[in-house]
């Protein structure tokens, strides 16, 4: 009798351990499924600033300057990718350039513009730098 006596609460004594393994075991899953939401939350909410475009008028015409957390990060003075120095002659074709060097540089992508992109985007009378 002794020895069934030992029998049960031997596997009595397992049941217990085995219950708070489990118990321990969902307390640590439940603490690292919160600590993965809390780490995606932040994530998000750390979300990087875009830079912005700013269109400016000098002298003798336009220009613009790509800026981010209040630095310039690109000041264009003058018409890029063209063999003439020379501004962007109106606010209209500054902010056309403008953007699509913005929308490059905000999905990290080249943001460097070829003539034709830019001759596209400049007004009919300038049809002269295309050749």
Known sequence: ???G???HTNMMMTNI???KGILWVSLLLLLIIILLHHSIITIEDEEEPKAELEIFQSKNGWGYQIVMRQKVLIYQPTIPAIDT???FPDEVSTRKVGLL???RFNAHR???VSKKEVVQRLP????FIDK
């Open 1 to 3: 009798m002794i020895f």
């Open 5 to 7: 006596n030992f029998d």
């Open 17 to 19: 351990k085995t219950g």
């Open 85 to 87: 120095i020379m501004p």
């Open 101 to 103: 060097v913005l929308k």
């Open 110 to 112: 080249n943001f460097s």
């Open 124 to 127: 009919c009378r300038y049809n």
